[in-house]
């Protein structure tokens, strides 16, 4: 499809409603508000993936490469069967089509830096007068696109700092946090790029994902390479399928073949619940245990319904000694382990627990908080987490919005700016030229500012002209996001 008629409706004849002669419009991305409590940075990340992907990819090839007329005459039969005959015009969309590029300049802040709510992420204007129409049309485009991958990075880096403060806490093997949050997450995201950007957020704070297409993601767009780094990854896992054709009567028997024969050696991801879990926990286990004591590698347990955190941990009030010990004391009790230097039980390493359901960052807290109440390491156990986290989420979640601060009209320039006098605050924006500065660690914005301050600060130009200026690297982002 035509990059233009990826759009809102109401975009296409903005250019005819601006005052005679603009020459230019300004504006910025910014999180303007969170709904999540104690969550007042947000994870930047996405914009290149548009660049390359939209505006330099799509645009090459199903704008600029295709003939003139043809565009020209699908877009104006687009508009004009969806407004009626109008005036809409198609000089402007021929102007472009001749200059061969996205006469647009980028400025943004590092992806993977934590950017404060209400300071933007980046700026954006047109280089050349004819073409201030373009700023503000690509709100809607760049809107799907960005505000997702921006969400889910800014959530998995709230999973990591539990995880991590948990296993700095308790556990002798810190480094496995990397593997401790998994993604999940793509059947029940909103479709195959929506899964993807989010996926590709996901593994900037982790390392586990079952999303495959994150993996091709950053090859493409973010200079990574899985010959030699690791993007992502996981381990040979079960379904219940695979465990209910086994039948119930044949449970045991099926465990015994996945351990023994199909995978002799490595990590396998057991589903074991799909009927009764303390019985695989009691009964099976204790039948295998020399042969899953003397494997080389990992056997890991996945249950996936009731309440995870009781699951896992334990519940006082349950009416079995088993639904009271929880899954990794049942575990413990049949393979024991060792305890670390700081105090807490670590399973032996051919035995583990994920589990994948209904998981938030509130549940992974009061999991590993349980289990250091009961002595025991936070990681002795992975957390599954999928669309329950990821999609449960909408661009309002931090507010996200691009708005236009500034423009030039008969060669003068004009800070605008809104501010409802029905609103909260939150629809306030800023005004002006922006200008962003490091104070203590930290992105302060500066607005009203004039244009030779503007070229100074924090954000840098990414794109100008249908080049991109600075491509960013998957190692080069994680550390961004790490903070180191």
Not at 52 to 61: P, V
Request: proline letters at 4%; aromatic letters at 12%.
């Amino acid at each position: 499809m035509n990059p233009l008629l990826l759009t809102d409706g109401y975009k296409v004849d903005h250019r005819r409603q601006y005052p005679d002669n603009t020459t230019l419009v300004y504006s910025n991305w910014t999180p303007r508000k969170s709904r999540i409590d104690g969550v007042e940075e947000v994870v930047f990340f996405g914009l290149q993936y548009f660049l390359k992907k939209y505006i330099i990819h799509d645009f090459e090839e199903y704008f600029f490469k295709r003939p003139k007329a043809e565009v020209v005459a699908k877009y104006s039969r687009r508009i004009n069967n969806y407004l009626g005959e109008n005036q809409v015009g198609i000089k402007h969309i021929e102007d472009l089509h001749d200059l061969g590029y996205i006469p647009m300049v980028f400025k943004a802040l590092p992806e993977g830096a934590s950017v404060p709510i209400r300071v933007p992420m980046f700026t954006m204007y047109n280089t050349l007068p004819e073409f201030f129409w373009l700023t503000n049309y690509f709100e809607t485009l760049l809107s799907a696109v960005v505000w997702l991958p921006c969400n889910s990075a800014t959530i998995a880096k709230q999973y990591r700092i539990v995880l991590d403060q948990y296993a700095k806490e308790t556990s002798s093997i810190p480094e496995f946090v990397d593997w401790q949050g998994h993604d999940f997450s793509m059947r029940g995201m909103g479709g195959i790029e929506a899964a993807v950007t989010s996926a590709a957020g996901h593994l900037l704070s982790f390392t586990g994902t079952d999303t495959i297409p994150a993996i091709e993601f950053f090859e493409e767009y973010y200079n990574a390479n899985s010959d030699v780094e690791l993007i992502g990854g996981s381990v040979a896992a079960t379904e219940h399928s695979v465990m209910c054709m086994g039948t119930t009567e044949g449970e045991y028997e099926t465990f015994k073949r996945l351990i023994y024969e199909i995978y002799p050696k490595g990590i396998v991801s057991i589903v074991s619940d799909t009927w009764d879990l303390w019985k695989v926990l009691t009964d099976y286990l204790p039948r295998l245990k020399q042969e899953i004591i003397s494997r080389e590698g990992k056997v890991v347990i996945r249950p996936d319904s009731g309440d995870p955190v009781d699951i896992i941990c334990g519940n006082p009030n349950g009416k079995t000694e088993q639904e009271k010990k929880g899954v990794i004391e049942l575990l413990w009790d049949v393979f024991g382990g060792t305890t670390n230097s700081k105090g807490f039980k670590e399973l032996i390493p051919q035995i583990g627990a994920i589990y994948g359901d209904s998981i938030t960052v509130e549940r992974a807290t009061n999991i590993c908080e349980r289990l250091k109440a009961k002595g025991f390491a936070s990681t002795n156990v992975v957390l599954g987490i999928g669309s329950f986290t990821y999609q449960y989420n909408t661009r309002d979640t931090f507010g996200f919005a691009m708005k236009a601060t500034y423009g030039e009209v008969n060669g003068e320039g004009r800070a605008i700016f809104k501010d409802p006098i029905t609103d909260d605050g939150t629809k306030k924006s800023a005004k002006g030229l922006m200008k962003i500065e490091l104070e203590n660690g930290k992105y302060k914005l500066i607005d009203q500012v004039s244009w030779e301050e503007e070229k100074q600060g924090e954000l840098k130009e990414v794109f100008r002209d249908g080049k991109l200026l600075i491509d960013h690297s998957l190692i080069e982002i994680r550390k961004q996001v790490a903070g180191k």
